[in-house]
């Protein structure tokens, strides 16, 4: 059984800082590209940032400089470390992995987690 489960979010102000983790379990970690997602009420889900399988990383415009996305596949966990946060940054964050390896592929997400960023 597949599971992504995310966790550290919660209620920060603007400014400050917040690390979300998500840890897998029932895929093999290594092989998979993982990556935050965030939807806003009333928006469309989008990209926050992707790392491959090779460490290659990439974010949304919006967070360049502000977020970090890293794995440990000793510990089958990626992280999104979120500074200077806006109240834009608002959302659930949703963590999503993804595999191609020839004609095998496959997708899965977590449940989500809420990011509230208010004063």
């Known amino acids: 059984q597949v599971q992504l489960v995310e966790s550290g979010g919660g209620l920060v102000q603007p400014g400050g800082s917040l690390r979300l983790y998500c840890a897998a379990s029932?895929?093999?970690?290594?092989?998979?590209?993982m990556g935050w997602y965030r939807q806003a009420p009333g928006m469309q889900r989008e990209l926050v940032a992707r790392?491959?399988?090779?460490?290659?990383?990439n974010y949304v415009d919006s967070v360049k400089g502000r977020f970090t996305i890293s794995r440990d596949n000793a510990k089958n966990t990626v992280y999104l470390q979120m500074n200077s946060l806006k109240p834009e940054d608002t959302a659930v964050y949703y963590c999503?992995?993804?595999?191609?390896?020839?004609?095998?592929?496959?997708?899965?997400w977590g449940q989500g987690i809420q990011v509230t960023v208010s004063a």
């Open positions: 999503n992995s993804q595999m191609k390896i020839g004609f095998i592929s496959s997708e899965y």
């Open positions: 790392i491959t399988v090779g460490s290659t990383t």
């Open positions: 029932g895929i093999i970690f290594s092989a998979n590209d």
